[in-house]
């Protein structure tokens, strides 16, 4: 396994494109409302980015065929649902917006999932509680911890809150691509055995279920769903290890 070590200047370059994804969350926090479509999502960010960082290039447009910007996964969509005008937003769903971006040959990554409008109490604590095993995974990104501890800690927070974590997608690696070792498992026992060290970043993606973890892939090729349609939250950050123990890179200014 080749795991790739930044220096102080190219965590920089990783911290700008990350800086990027982080704005165009806080941008299309404003277009999740219903009667919203999946679609309109993807449109507002195409035309944000243009206008605000034409020498940004999307990360996941044309990555193995991907066809958008963005990922947008409602309800039972776990991750990587491609955007549509069909699926349009209703107060109480919620939605997972994940972007990445190339700046300089460096990539940022980050998902969040947001509410449409109210929701119900038992979708409150399953976004409280993958947000939360995001941030206790984070406190584990320090040199010489284990990676395991990593998804130790997203397990065990999912279930503290009664949620359900989905073992068969996780992080990664990110650096000078998307997609760098090592897999960053949200479970233990899943992902590669090894000590964590100064210089990595790492992308952490909790994912988990309401009710069930078991998932499917639709005919699309890409949009993981929850077999029996229910809820499923995503949160993911883009984390460097640094001398002082982890930085989130993907934070809005
Ligand atoms: N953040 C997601 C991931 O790391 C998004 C990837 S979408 C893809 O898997 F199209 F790039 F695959
Ligand atoms: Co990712």
Not at 36 to 61: G, T, V
Not at 177 to 185: D, M, Q, R, W, Y
Request: glycine residues 8%; contains cysteine; charged residues 25%.
């Amino acid at each position: 396994m080749t795991v790739e070590l930044l220096t102080k200047e190219q965590l920089e370059k990783v911290k700008f494109a990350s800086k990027i994804v982080a704005q165009a969350l806080e941008y299309l926090k404003d277009f999740v409302k219903p009667g919203a479509s999946a679609w309109d999502l993807e449109m507002a960010i195409r035309d944000w980015l243009k206008k605000n960082y034409p020498n940004a290039r999307p990360a996941f447009y044309g990555y193995r065929g991907y066809p958008a910007y963005l990922c947008v996964s409602v309800n039972e969509e776990v991750v990587h649902g491609i955007p549509r005008k069909e699926r349009v937003l209703k107060e109480g769903d919620i939605v997972s917006i994940d972007f990445g971006v190339e700046y300089e040959g460096f990539y940022g990554d980050s998902a969040k999932t947001f509410k449409v409008g109210e929701v119900s109490k038992d979708i409150e604590r399953l976004l409280e509680g993958t947000e939360k095993a995001l941030y206790n995974a984070i406190e584990e990104v320090y040199a010489g911890n284990k990676l395991e501890n990593v998804a130790r800690a997203i397990y065990k927070t999912l279930k503290k809150y009664r949620l359900h974590p989905i073992c068969k997608y996780g992080g990664h690696g990110i650096g000078t691509k998307l997609h760098n070792e090592p897999f960053v498992a949200n479970c233990p026992g899943v992902g590669p055995k090894m000590k964590l060290k100064e210089g990595m970043v790492l992308a952490i993606e909790p994912m988990a279920g309401l009710k069930t973890a078991k998932t499917m892939e639709l005919a699309d090729g890409w949009t993981v769903i929850t077999w029996n349609r229910t809820p499923a939250a995503h949160f993911e950050h883009t984390v460097a290890i640094t001398e002082n123990g982890p930085e989130i890179l993907s934070l809005p200014d």
